[in-house]
């Protein structure tokens, strides 16, 4: 027992959760931005695979990762107007959209990669981003050796907590958005547009998405698979409501179920005698738990989920 | 002739099945306050949400010093200098007084907020008109007084000539509301132009010039008003002659079928709202509580429905003491009825038919269901029955309660509830939104309860009302009942003191 | 006052017929628009759009044979559309049908291997409702940390089908108990008196879908029918007046929520019955989410449903012999469901475009008039 907690509990750990954590920072803080502004999005799983699989053509075409990157985020920012437009210009109900667009993006990478390679699962594998060791912080004790290993996306993402933190909270753009999530008749006589405010939180959104499902083709694995995403985007949504929809909660929470898949697969690895099933059953069992135990009652943005009617 | 500073003509705005403003023709003048008076539903509001730019006219013009203007949203408006204070405040909560009053026009330092100029700011334009605030307390924490100070700051720091307020006495105390008054006089002397969106005849009377009545959507009359009377007004008001008095009987009391002592609770924020509340309601008689909103009545509503638990104290209903946690339903199991303050949300289901919200409460009933299955003909009988009953306005027992007026909602709501055949009928704002005619119906079915020998605990804003029909006159303030008066003895004054707190009264 | 009650008795008629037809092409409306998108899809992939659309309706009605896949098809998606429409109708939101599905159709094909030799009709009923029961207990969790704790059901039912979906694989797993010597990842075989046989000739059809609308119906009648449909409903649409009204909320949303299980639990179970006979890793290719489109485009109202799971059945069957001829992808099949949940759920409607057009007729009609009268002045 205690040669497992040996070999677990060694610097590789931490590395892991950082990789498993980093599509979960982005997909919850991007989950954030869509609510904050009143709109539920359930999309983020499908958001982050059109992201995956625009990160990973193009990635393939072009032998240019970054370029991947982009175009992922791109298609994401695509996923993020249709669920915007559907939610506030028609007001269609917000968790059936977004169920709507996981529906989508399930079934377009695999109708083009039928096109493409006649054998619908996955891409050859595409050019990546490697990670990279940053001098200076890789020096600091302890968690230094984590800087030593890192993703530039990772560190792209860490960036945007860091900036989403200031914007929602120090500049005119962060308070209208939390503004509007809470009363938007009142955003609306202060004679700005709340449609406005709305459709660009929701396209942050998809863009964040895109970014966090481009790291997944292009930096953690080479190549995309079909629903690589298993189920990541709901955990991002679960780290969002367990970090009461702040960007430092999220990143908080976010690393707390990155660690959970790490743990997962470094047990597999380590070849503890537990059924791979089980654990893999871990990241989800814990955010039950997360969510059942430690979050208490969620106060919703009060204006969420309810569309904004002028007459 | 002097241009007025703001024209309409001609303004027509329809809602489905509702010709709401019928080609209004209206103009103000510089520095004047004019009142828009008109019953519920004659299109005030309406008419002052196409100003501002919330709702967009079908037809019509609007002119701002002789010029034709178009106004498609409140950024319009604003830009103009008009500003519109509404009877729910357009506040944000969970921000402070300086981050609501920046929202819109944020003061920015290097591209990020500056708080210090928004303190500033917010604290300047204070000082200039003379309404004092905080800056840094969260709105949800301040007074209503004190959040609509800071709406009407909001609107002239905005750059408002010309003020709209709606319904604004509707909160305050009749002591705050010379408050208010004094203000606008202020602002009319610096040169702008006050409409008063009211129902109440005495404010027209008190403080503005002159006074335009509104009915079914059109404009019925523009008066000087210090040359109409009341009467007159009101009479354009309903459009035939009001006789604002009820006639009780005297009747005789016998037991105490609701006992409430030394009560209290927290609302949802966790803070105290009810501080040792005590109060009876007799059978036979209409207990009236009197009160700015804010002052725990809401919360008391909530207490004895059940969805809020109290901390501490008695409930007493037909002489059954209800435990501290209790379902709705065993409140009605005690005989209880219930008209909820807002219908929409607590007492009607808009997508229900009629003869389901009728339901509502009896599906267990067993003229109604039998073990699982509901019987669909006794429903319907029931229904018809009631609605002729109760002159409920509905094309057909199957029409969708949300498609009926607010007025013969309520209809369903009293129907229903007093179809209980209640001991206590519980009564929240129960004319709230309604017409003339629907008020009158609902003041007679109250004392046909109470002539049955049912109590009666009313619960309103409106002191016309707690005057008209209670035979006790009780006031919270502050969570608890501090005054109680008998009819006789109480006068609008006195009552007026003990709301603000200013007073208390027991009764020996 | 535009008064409603003056119009004459016909005009009031005519209306509501409109209405109602209007409803009913919504539906149809949204199907029709999905399908010209996709075939603008299947046209830029560069797969012939005619050959296409017409080996999908062969593939799903040309033959008896295509006729009883497509009915074979749509039976678990009638009972997961049913499972979405009695829990969405009280309140919950219920994307967990997945799971629950998987958990009813594992506890199906246990009980179909433990008796030799019951009569069909009998053991038929016990696996059936052993996967009702399954499915009930699967959903039972998440709705009492919602009404006990307040944590929204959405995330839970995910996690619990990522969770069912591991559990089940390691039942049927070489460490699993439930494998039992099979050399796949599989339970053995039920027994033979649990499988359904084929009603017609050259035809796969069997009684499955007819007993799901049998169950369809006495969904519509607990729902619209009983004391406890009522109360459901009223909370689906209003909690708090529901709650102020006396209704127990909470009881209500566990009943419907368990309801809601025990339908996706019953469709695994049959899926064992009628298709395949017995367990397997990979059991469901993703009817619970297929079962929130179904129901959507049913309105939520089991007649609709009944309708619109035997549309998607077809569709899915006709897609796989689309597939071999004109090789257009079968996820587009996906495609075309989301499609189809983004114009039902955006209301976009013909009978609201008619009547805004007829509206913005009218106003021009009265803005002429206002002229005209003004014409003196200017």
Redesign the interface.
Known sequence: MIQIILQIATVNILIATLGMATPLILGSISGMYSELSGIIN?GIEGMMIMGAFGAGIISLATGNPWLGVLFGIFLGGCMGL?HAL?CIK????Q???G??????A???P??????YWGN?GRTPQVASIKNISIPLLNKIPAIGAVFGDINPLTLIALFIVAGSH?LIY???F???V??VG??P?????????VFFIRYVSVIISGLLAGLGGSYLSVAQLSMFVNEMTA?RG?IA??AM?FGKRTPLGCFGAALLFGFADALQMTLQAVGVPI?S??L??IP??L??IA??GF????VDP?ALGKPYV?? | MREPILRLENITKVFPGVLANDQVNLEVQEGEILALLGENGAGKSTLMNVLFGLYTKDDGAIYFRGEKVNITCPKDAIKLGIGMVHQHFMLIDNLTVAENFILGSEPTERGLLSLKQAKKIVNQCSKEYGLSINSDSLVADISVGEQQRLEILKSLHRGAKILILDEPTAVLTPQKVEELYKVLRDLKSKGHSIILITHKLKEIKDISDRVAVMRSGKVVGVHETATVTAEELAELMVGRPVVLEVTKERQKTGERILEVNNLHAKDYRNLTALNGCSLHVKSGEIVGIAGVDGNGQSELLQVLSGFIVRDEGEIIINNRNLPRKFAQKEVYDCGVGHIPEDRMRMGIIADFTVEENLLLGFENDERYSSRYFLKKDAIHNRAVNLIKEFDIRTPSPLTEGGKLSGGNQQKVILAREISKNPNLLIAAQPTRGLDVSAIEFVYQQLLEQRKEGKGILLISFELDEIFALSDRILVIYGGEIIAEFTRSEATVKEVGLCMAGVRRKSND | MINKEKQPLYHKFRNSLIQSVGKMADPIIAIIMALLVGSIIIAITGDDVLLAITSLVLGAFGNMRSLGQSFLAATPILFTGLAFAVAYRSGIFNIGAEGQFLVGAIAGAYVGTLFIGLPSYLYITMVLLAGAIFGALWAFLPAILKIKLGVHEVINVIMLNKIALYFTNWLVSSSGPFRMGSTLPATPFVCPSVRFQPIFPNSPMNVGYFIGMVIAYVIYLIMWKTKGGFQMRAVGHNLYAAKFSGIYAERSMVKAFMLSGALAGIGGAMEICSVFGRFYAGFSPGYGFEGIAVSLLGNNHPAGIIISSILFGALKTGAMRMQILAGTNVNLVKVLQALIIFFVASRWSLVKVISNYKEKKRRLKTSDSSLSKEGGNK
């Open positions: 359930l249709i559907l028609f007001r269609a109900n968790s059936v959209v169920v709507g667009i996981n529906i989508l399930g079934g377009i695999a109708v083009m990669l039928q096109y619908p200031l120090y500049t005119p962060g308070l209208r939390r503004a809470h009363h008749k009142a955003v609306d006589t202060s004679g700005k547009n189920g709901f949504l679960a409501i059924a099933d089980f893999l059953m989800y069992v955010t039950m969510l059942a979050v208490g009652k969620t009060v002028k007459s």
